[in-house]
């Protein structure tokens, strides 16, 4: 089966842009998360979706980062205006129902901000 | 909210030797216990996990060895091989209806053919 699909790999923007990642799990996972990982530390959760509702977002700094989940499948996370310590690795993971079930994470997305 | 610490932080060992990594948690209500393997340029990789019912848990060469009244977990590798090189991160979660794991700060694993 395929596995989580995210894009772009990799992307280097100056502070105060605007970027926004896209993810593509797993057939029929209804959960997606999204972590971002700084360097050297473990993921940290920013959002989770429950097909197109938002289960949590307590973690995400709401006024830059967005995420949507419209139609239950893709995903995109925009971040509006970057900064300096926005820079990290964005992972995207799915899981079939949420609720103990194993997580598969895509490739990520490293971010690099000027 | 939840902590886990993570212990040590690199870790080099020599092929065929064991590598031993472990974990706590503050929060006692913690009940399911990954690990994930990260390879470079990828996303982790769930290996192995453990939930708050067993003590200890075996696949191959790798086994998970949980201490609820301590709060503290941890991972064996045993026979390692270069191929398992690789950062290690566990993680915890509380019981629910949602599965939202803190994880440790990880582990760099280095093994030395």
């Known amino acids: 089966e395929a596995g989580v699909a995210q894009s772009p790999r990799y992307k280097i923007i100056e502070k105060r842009q605007s970027v926004a990642f896209w993810c593509n799990p797993i057939s029929g996972h209804a959960t997606l998360y999204w972590y971002q990982q700084i360097l050297g530390q473990g993921p940290k959760l920013l959002i989770q979706?429950?097909?197109?509702?938002?289960?949590?977002d307590s973690q995400l700094p709401k006024d830059r980062f967005s995420a949507e989940r419209l139609k239950g499948v893709d995903s995109t996370l925009k971040i509006q205006p970057a900064k300096l310590e926005d820079s990290a690795v964005y992972l995207c993971?799915?899981?079939?129902?949420?609720?103990?079930?194993?997580?598969?994470f895509g490739p990520g997305t490293r971010l690099l901000v000027l | 909210g939840e902590n886990v610490e993570q212990h040590p932080s690199t870790l080099s060992v020599q092929e065929g030797d064991s590598a031993v990594i472990k974990c706590t948690y503050s929060d006692s209500a913690s009940n399911y216990f990954p690990w994930y393997k990260q390879e470079l340029g990828k996303g982790p990789q769930l290996i192995i996990d453990?939930?708050?019912?067993?003590g200890e848990k075996k696949d191959q060469r790798i086994a998970v060895t949980l201490n609820k009244t301590a709060k503290h977990f941890s991972l064996h590798i045993t026979e390692t091989q270069p191929e398992d090189s690789a950062v290690y991160f566990c993680a915890a979660s509380r019981p629910g209806g949602s599965y939202i794991p803190t994880f440790g700060r990880g582990t760099s694993l280095i093994v030395h053919p």
């Open positions: 993971a799915s899981s079939f129902s949420g609720a103990k079930e194993t997580q598969y």
């Open positions: 979706f429950q097909n197109n509702g938002v289960v949590d």
């Open positions: 453990i939930r708050s019912n067993v």
